[in-house]
């Protein structure tokens, strides 16, 4: 959960601005939290309190919905999710918001199949499509495969074979072609796993995720969210994003990891 608002930090100055290397500062004064980050703390919220998912979602959306970003976006949150944040009428989506916000259920959930009906309770709501159902399922049973010390390859198999997803690629062969315009995602979430499974540590997960360019703060907030599963993330990288969180999301990651530390 905090290796995805991490990487949101991280990957948020290169959304509009993709770059194709993984030599770059992880942060700088244009860095900030957006949407990702918020709707992960809404999710995070829903698990360790007595709120429904929809009461979290709409509180952290309408606390933020006109924050102006570093980047000069406001709100930041896709056009459709705002629509069932005023009006209530789902979207079924089948866009990337699904996956970025779900990484706080692989820190409570330790039974697949509750794993998976959680999951589906907290999409349904916005992302109501079988491309969503599908992305959240991938993503989550990478995350538990992960905890399960299962061996990388193998994990890439069954992905690869339940989820239809190819996972096999190399980043090098994706890079070139990929572009911010993949907002669903099939387009994202197995490249996500991709930066993660192939990462030599925390770090490195996130420096694939922005290399590849895309949908970047995403990208790098999926991909952190599997790689602090199979790393430890550095205390100075920890410090040095918690400058760019507010008091209130500091708060809710402290509550979250007190209640959930494994
Ligand atoms: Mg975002």
């Not at 949101?8 to 004064?29: A, C, P, Q, W, Y």
């Not at 290399?211 to 599997?226: F, N, R, V």
């Not at 599963?229 to 990288?237: A, E, Y």
């Amino acid at each position: 959960m905090l290796g995805s608002i991490i990487g949101d930090i991280v990957g948020s100055r290169f959304e509009f601005h993709n770059i194709k290397t993984k030599d770059f500062s992880l942060f700088d004064e244009s860095c900030c939290f957006t949407d990702d980050t918020i709707l992960t703390c809404a999710v995070a919220e829903h698990l360790i309190s007595k709120l429904s998912i929809e009461e979290t979602l709409r509180k952290w959306a309408l606390k933020y919905q006109n924050r102006t970003y570093e980047n000069g976006e406001i709100g930041a949150f896709g056009k459709g999710f705002l629509q069932w944040v005023n009006t209530g009428v789902s979207i079924n989506s089948s866009s990337n918001g699904c996956v970025m916000r779900i990484s706080p259920l692989l820190h409570i959930n330790h039974d697949q199949q509750c794993l998976f009906k959680k999951a589906d309770e907290i999409t349904k709501i916005t992302h109501n499509h079988p491309e969503s159902l599908n992305a959240v399922h991938a993503y989550l049973e990478t995350g538990f495969m992960i905890q399960n010390l299962i061996p990388i390859d193998q994990i890439k198999e069954t992905i690869s074979d339940k989820y239809q997803y190819n996972v096999h690629q190399s980043l090098d062969e994706i890079r070139p072609l990929y572009n911010r315009f993949y907002v669903q995602c099939k387009n994202s979430v197995p490249q996500a796993i991709i930066c993660a499974l192939d990462a030599c540590s925390y770090e490195d997960a996130l420096r694939n995720a922005v290399s590849l360019g895309g949908d970047s703060d995403t990208l790098a907030c999926m991909a952190g969210g599997l790689a602090e599963l199979r790393f430890k993330i550095p205390t100075n990288i920890i410090a040095n994003a918690k400058k760019y969180m507010d008091k209130d999301i500091r708060k809710l990651i402290k509550m979250f990891y007190n209640m959930h530390e494994k």
